[in-house]
């Protein structure tokens, strides 16, 4: 026999062994029995595109797109005993399922389906962790005839049970069956979340991490608590369709009255560590903090309680003996013609620091330090009140405008900034960034007057794949997707030259003409607004000659005042760039808005830097 018979041969050979180790891999994937417990098991390995994982006697869990940030193994097993005991008088209608990894949590809500086998009228879904001793009951369910599905952040073991002796209206904990003489002694009521809520309004503000009675610090993963481990049942999702703060999700105390949240929550979407706590009016525990000892202010407590004004008093007295501390918004100008913070602002700022950021030195003026201002001072924060802030603790008091008065607390916890380890977030946040105005032309966050190489940009923005770029000889970078964002830089310097805006993006290029009406533009069917209202038609007919409309917007967004942007050189119109679009450059701006041909429908906008041409 020839030697490449042989070969062939010993080919073929090594293609059936490995075909079929390959054919058991797939078996192993779909059905598998635990050779210790006899428990049938499936298991398949999920990433960020997501799946539906069928486990066994029609167990299912639906795995939606962006739940995951990476590859993950899923395993669904079949047990035949729970591994908790059930309180007597209740009794499991099926299998209890184990879904793994445990403690695992998604970005987006995953869909499980538990099935069950023995018919009841009253089956009800049960739920706990390895280490818990009792079992929680979920409200909210899907029920058919055979199984109860349910949507969920995280995974843990799932039961179908016969709750007759439960009231199936209640919010119930059932505890372990050997703490419980009968199933009425097994079953207690959910937590009592008006108590908590008034324990909770009475607690001590602490920055940068003790707010409401949670330390924000103390959570399980190294960069703090997540909103799972804050929540006994008590806290309840707030209306997110518009996100206040773009990566982050609410969760808060909604008093009984109706009003509106004194504690709310805001947690990264995918590892739900708290970013945000606000405290609003309604919180009634108190902010203690004292001067810098041997500092400029001299020695003094002061206490700061929402709804309520600053309080000053000798060092360490109680609030009884201390007065009001009258605020002071106006700012000054240093020699250098910086804007300087009030004294008042100062003696504030520099007693939090020097009590809640212990080490850091004492500064003699907090907004006009170099390079980067110390504090936030706003006598108009644009939403209605006046702003003091500490950057270094990320801790800041929101007053009513003008006045001493305290009307909201709040923290940006920094070791929970969506950051590259929490793409879905980071992704979220950067989409709504506005789009560069008079600050440089920026998209997603990006400022390119900074010279920002790709390498550079993408440790910022994150996971980014290389794209088509619109112009020859360039290079490309998008994010998102549907590559919401794009750069096209310079192929051989590397520096970025222009950042486009694209489909899908979310923030705005906004300006405001002398008279206070506001304009923004935004990718998106008729994407020009004035005061939030749709902007007037554009007239395309002319390049020479700006239409009224182009002028008046072209004047908001640049801060000029033109009787004509085009013939004053501030714009430029393209009426057909000969690719289905109109075009309006804000010279001034080096931004780009993209048409489609002779409408208001905004496809693109993209700012340049001409230093990465």
């Known amino acids: 026999m020839s030697s490449a018979v042989i070969h062939r041969s010993l080919l073929f050979v090594l293609f059936a062994l490995f075909a079929a180790l390959a054919?058991?891999?797939?078996?192993?994937?779909?059905?598998?029995l635990d050779a210790t417990t006899n428990n049938n098991y499936v298991q398949q390995i999920v990433g960020p595109s997501g799946?539906?994982?069928?486990?066994?006697?029609?167990?299912?869990?639906?795995?939606?797109?962006?739940?995951?940030s990476q590859d993950t193994t899923i395993k669904i097993t079949a047990l035949d005993a729970p591994p908790i005991p059930l309180p007597a008088g209740w009794t499991a209608l099926g299998k209890t399922f184990a879904f793994e990894p445990h403690g695992q949590t998604f970005s987006v809500d995953v869909t499980v389906t538990v099935p069950y086998t023995t018919a009841s009228s009253e089956a009800v879904l049960v739920t706990a962790e390895p280490q818990d001793s009792q079992w929680t009951l979920i409200t909210g369910t899907s029920v058919s005839p055979t199984a109860i599905t349910y949507g969920t952040s995280h995974f843990s073991y799932f039961v179908v049970v016969d709750a007759g002796a439960?009231?199936?209206?209640?919010?119930?904990?059932?505890?372990?069956?050997?703490?419980?003489g009968d199933a009425a002694d097994a079953v207690e009521t959910g937590p009592d979340c008006a108590a908590e809520l008034a324990m909770r309004l009475a607690q001590p503000i602490v920055p940068p991490n003790k707010f409401a009675g949670y330390d924000l610090s103390s959570g399980k993963d190294p960069r703090g608590l997540s909103i799972d481990e804050a929540n006994d049942g008590c806290l309840v999702p707030a209306d997110t369709t518009v996100p206040?703060?773009?990566?982050?999700?609410?969760?808060?105390?909604?008093?009984?009255?109706?009003?509106?949240?004194?504690i709310s929550l805001s947690y990264v979407i995918d590892d739900r560590i708290i970013a945000l706590p606000v405290l609003s009016p309604g919180y009634t525990g108190t902010l203690s903090f004292n001067s810098r000892p041997g500092g400029m202010y001299g020695s003094y407590s002061y206490q700061i309680q929402i709804g309520q004004p600053v309080l000053r008093g000798p060092l360490g007295a109680d609030a009884a003996a201390m007065t009001s501390f009258a605020a002071d918004w106006n700012r000054g100008v240093n020699d250098a013609g910086m804007p300087t913070a009030s004294e008042w602002a100062n003696e504030i700022f520099d007693g939090l620091e020097s009590t809640f950021n212990l080490g850091a030195s004492g500064t003699q003026e907090c907004l006009s330090a170099q390079p980067l201002s110390l504090c936030l001072f706003e006598e108009d924060n644009g939403a209605g009140g006046s702003e003091l802030g500490v950057r270094s603790i990320g801790f800041y008091l929101v007053f009513n405008q003008g006045t001493n008065v305290v009307s909201q607390v709040y923290e940006h916890y920094t070791t929970a900034t969506p950051d590259c380890t929490t793409p879905v977030a980071k992704l979220e946040a950067e989409l709504y960034s506005g789009i560069g105005g008079n600050g440089g032309p920026s998209v997603g966050g990006i400022n390119l007057s900074k010279s920002m190489t790709i390498s550079q940009v993408n440790a910022v923005m994150c996971n980014g794949v290389d794209a088509s770029a619109p112009d020859p000889g360039y290079g490309a970078m998008q994010w998102g997707d549907a590559g919401q964002i794009l750069l096209e830089y310079n192929a051989t310097s590397d520096i970025g030259y222009k950042l486009y805006a694209n489909p899908g993006y979310i923030g705005t290029l906004s300006g405001q003409d002398p008279t206070g009406d506001s304009y923004s533009i935004a990718v998106g069917a008729n994407g020009i607004t004035k005061n939030n209202a749709a902007f007037q038609a554009i007239d395309w007919s002319s390049a020479a000659s700006a239409d009224p409309a182009v002028t008046e917007l072209s004047n908001a967004m640049q801060g000029v005042n033109d009787p004509d942007c085009a013939a004053a050189g501030d714009c430029t119109i393209t009426v057909d760039d000969t690719k289905g679009h109109s075009v309006i450059a804000l010279?001034?701006?080096?931004a780009f808005v993209v048409f489609q041909q002779g409408t208001n429908n905004v496809e693109q906008i993209y700012d340049i830097w001409p230093g990465g041409m």
Do not use: E, Y
């Not at 799946?51 to 995951?68: C, E, H, M, R, W």
């Not at 206040?244 to 004194?262: C, H, I, S």
């Open 23 to 32: 054919l058991s891999a797939v078996q192993c994937k779909t059905n598998n």
């Open 51 to 68: 799946a539906t994982v069928n486990g066994p006697d029609s167990s299912q869990v639906v795995i939606p797109a962006n739940a995951l």
């Open 166 to 180: 439960l009231d199936s209206g209640a919010d119930a904990t059932v505890t372990d069956a050997s703490d419980a």
């Open 244 to 262: 206040a703060n773009p990566g982050l999700r609410v969760m808060d105390f909604t008093p009984a009255d109706g009003g509106g949240a004194a």
């Open 587 to 590: 010279n001034g701006l080096q």
